[in-house]
């Protein structure tokens, strides 16, 4: 069934970049993600998700006949085998099954392998006919409850095809030593060529060559970032755990709709989101299916539980700017009531030591001082999403735009003394670590922080350098040093860098090590460690940590 030639294959523009980045993937992985590997059949490489101490997501697509491009709805419905196994030679089968896919779901295929010993490293590998996938490596979570000394996360977000090349994800998988992938939305952009990219350039321009709107479009989009060679190195090398925040779908997205999409003219949200939805349950690792819930806990042993939130799916429409006194109200939710409980209920003393969030978007207090120019304002503004009011831009799509919500979390904290918790976050294109004081008008006289932010910058997109067409590290700081000053919880700020982050948590405390990149739009850019952060056990505070790179 998949005796097709490779000019067949070849014959349209987008099955040409799969090929091209299946060539550029091989100098990239490990020898044993690539022995056997058919590039033509599986040219999306592979991938797992959500670890658990027995049970891990597997994700492949597959290409059974020419016709069956990506959204084209093309092909006929196949089965393909799948294999775990301790060893990279799979010389021991410890677990195996078949799936069903087709152009229903755009031949994309996720089976549950169960059945496996927790803290454990497995190899996985799927089959179709003759053809076999690449390799990947997965690793379980510790068993519940169990002493655990160390966990590594990869963390990422923001990252833009058109923007430049994701060497950011090479690095990381070339480390070897991650537990996971904590992934924070914006895996995606919706936009069209010269919409939004590398200041005024489009270093690779999307696919297809429109904004997506409908199914056909979010499915091929999806399939266009699985060629990219690093991403496929990455995804073979450790377990993502993801979720979505608006771009998977449309800017500023919301519940009943977002700030780039028209009603009528693209469309109606209902089915543009649902589009949006379905091709994500599709494409992704991850444990959802459109219709489901995507916010969940995993656990790690007795030392850290992660609970991922969903900040798009319940959230009542943005304000129209910080004076707006909708921004106080309790009617307004940015979690919506059940994930409200759901995640106070998740941050107690008892159960895992650490508390870890995986945040979308900011939820530090964050005010920017009028004292600076013009337009330093305007950068400012464009890249926190923000209005203004008396000269001051606030962040109405962050937590700072649902102040009742966040007041929520902040007094549940405090008062009933849960200590070690940590949000993780994305979104904002740009590193930052924070305290989150129990009250930002007496910080820091009290001292009183009831957990720590530690933000990710994106790993391609367009930063406060970018937006004021300066050189990085230059005109930037005085905006960095004026933020800082205006919000005395904020300890480390960088507006500039393009990278990842490095998470390491141990019973001590948790540290993130910035790496930034010397070019996102050379593909071989390396990446230095920037600066690292850390919180100690019970303190609930942001402090620059001593040493190099763990």
Request: with cysteine.
């Amino acid at each position: 069934m998949n005796n097709f030639t490779r000019r067949q294959v070849l014959r349209s523009a987008g099955a040409v970049a799969v090929a091209g980045a299946a060539g550029a993937a091989t100098a990239n992985a490990p020898a044993w993600a690539l022995d056997a590997a058919d590039r033509t059949v599986f040219a999306h490489g592979l991938a797992s998700g959500d670890p658990m101490p027995s049970s891990v997501l597997l994700w492949t697509r597959v290409t059974p006949v020419a016709e069956a491009l990506p959204g084209s709805g093309r092909g006929p419905d196949v089965t393909v085998t799948w294999e775990v196994a301790p060893d990279s030679g799979f010389r021991k089968i410890v677990a195996r099954g078949s799936a069903p896919t087709g152009p229903g779901r755009d031949h994309t295929v996720k089976v549950l392998a169960d059945g496996l010993a927790p803290g454990t490293t497995y190899w996985y590998r799927f089959k179709f006919g003759k053809a076999l996938s690449a390799v990947g490596r997965t690793r379980t979570a510790p068993a519940a409850g169990a002493s655990v000394d160390r966990l590594k996360f990869g963390v990422v977000s923001c990252a833009n095809w058109q923007a430049g090349y994701f060497s950011s994800y090479r690095h990381l998988a070339a480390r070897g030593d991650l537990d996971a992938v904590l992934h924070l939305g914006d895996y995606l952009y919706e936009y069209a060529p010269g919409e939004y990219q590398a200041r005024d350039v489009v270093v690779r321009p999307h696919e297809p060559a429109r904004e997506m709107t409908v199914l056909q479009d979010y499915r091929r989009r999806h399939a266009q970032y699985k060629t990219d060679p690093d991403l496929q190195s990455l995804h073979a090398a450790a377990p993502f755990i993801v979720t979505w925040d608006d771009h998977e779908s449309a800017n500023d997205a919301w519940k009943d709709g977002a700030e780039n999409h028209t009603e009528g003219a693209e469309g109606a949200w209902r089915d543009r989101s649902a589009a949006a939805r379905q091709a994500y349950a599709e494409w992704m690792p991850v444990r959802y299916e459109p219709g489901g819930q995507l916010y969940r806990r995993l656990d790690f042993g007795s030392l850290a539980s992660l609970s991922m939130l969903d900040l798009r799916s319940y959230r009542d429409l943005q304000a129209s700017s910080g004076a707006d006194p909708a921004v106080d109200s309790t009617a307004r939710t940015i979690t919506g009531t059940a994930q409200m409980d759901w995640l106070l209920n998740n941050l107690n003393s008892s159960g895992p030591q650490w508390k870890l969030v995986g945040n979308p978007v900011m939820i530090t207090p964050v005010k920017v001082p009028s004292t600076l120019s013009a337009g330093e304002l305007a950068g400012v503004q464009e890249l926190m999403g923000g209005t203004t009011i008396d000269g001051v831009p606030y962040n109405v799509d962050q937590w700072d735009g649902y102040e009742a919500d966040r007041s929520r979390v902040v007094r549940h904290l405090r008062d009933n003394a849960v200590k070690d918790t940590v949000f993780l976050t994305g979104d904002i294109h740009s590193g930052w670590a924070c305290d989150i004081p129990a009250d930002p008008a007496t910080y820091p006289a009290t001292g009183d922080s009831v957990a720590a932010e530690l933000v990710c910058t994106s790993v391609t997109s367009d930063n406060l350098d970018d937006i004021l067409n300066v050189p990085p590290r230059t005109g930037s700081l005085s905006v960095e040093a004026a933020i800082r000053a205006a919000n005395p919880h904020v300890k480390h700020l960088d507006f500039d860098s393009h990278g990842y982050s490095v998470l390491d948590v141990t019973p001590a405390g948790v540290r993130m090590d910035w790496y930034v990149l010397a070019d996102r739009t050379s593909a071989g850019s390396p990446a230095t460690l920037s600066t690292s952060f850390s919180v100690g056990a019970g303190t609930g505070k942001a402090v620059p940590a001593a040493g190099g790179a763990l």
